[in-house]
């Protein structure tokens, strides 16, 4: 999707992969002044330990603890995490205005920091839930939300205007919901999942007519804020999704 919206613009760059094991990090990172790169993205599991490489840490990587992209500047590495303001992005497009809304999240790993952070500085009031629930009380705890127990999970979804998973159920079996299907909150769904893009979650709540966002939108606004970041301009969305949309279709 980047290589989509580089070439539109007529900008003479190549986003490439590059396969890293964690002991190699600080020298791939110093390869990228080498060669001359505007920066990378990270992904697991380098987003947490890059944030001692940084030499500036933009606020949302440091209260989310993970840098997901990183701007080379003058030799100097800048770590950012576009991940929740892609997230709420996604959000947005789909006409969900948060506000000061309840919202259900479940799952308390990397993600649902992102998505925890997003929704808190939007207004929102947030209900973490996780299968073991002490790791939603200290991510609770951290972003000033509220951890709930199972036995108060279905109530919570019901009373609450949105629900986000960002747990991995889904993603190996298309027919795995993280909870019952009859558990659905007033207005929208989101599943941050993107294969497959519909998921059992968002299947259930499309046909009881909530609003759906399934992970396509945050995983292309996500990168366009990263591309922004490096090249100072607004990619095309429509041809960076198109891009990403058409790698997933044949995944
Ligand atoms: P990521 O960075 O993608 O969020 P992660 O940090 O490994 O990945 O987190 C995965 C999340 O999915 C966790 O919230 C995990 O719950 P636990 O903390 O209890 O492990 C959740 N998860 C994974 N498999 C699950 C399952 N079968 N049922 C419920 N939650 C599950």
Known sequence: MHNAALELLGLEAQ?????????????ALEQL???????CNLSIPHKEAALTQMHHLSPQAQAIGAVNTVLVKNGFFEGHNTDADGFMRSLEEAGVRVGQTSVVVLGAGGAARAVVYGLKHAGAEVLIWN???????????????????????????QNA????????????????????DDWLPQDWVCDIVYRPLETRLLRV???AK???IDGL???????ANAFELWTGQSPDIKVMRQAAMAVLEKL
């Open 33 to 39: 002044v080498i060669s001359g790169a505007w920066g």
């Open 15 to 27: 986003y490439e992969a590059r396969d890293v094991i964690p002991e190699a990090l600080k020298s």
């Open 217 to 223: 939108g945050m995983l292309v606004y996500q990168g």
């Open 210 to 212: 909530r609003r759906t």
């Open 161 to 180: 205007a949105g629900l986000v998973n960002t747990t991995s159920v889904g993603l190996e079996n298309p027919d795995d919901s993280p909870i019952a």
């Open 205 to 207: 709540a499309k046909a």
């Open 131 to 157: 299968r073991s629930s002490p790791r939603a009380e200290s991510l609770a705890q951290e972003f000033q939300a509220r951890a709930i127990e199972t036995s108060e999970l279905p109530a919570s979804i």
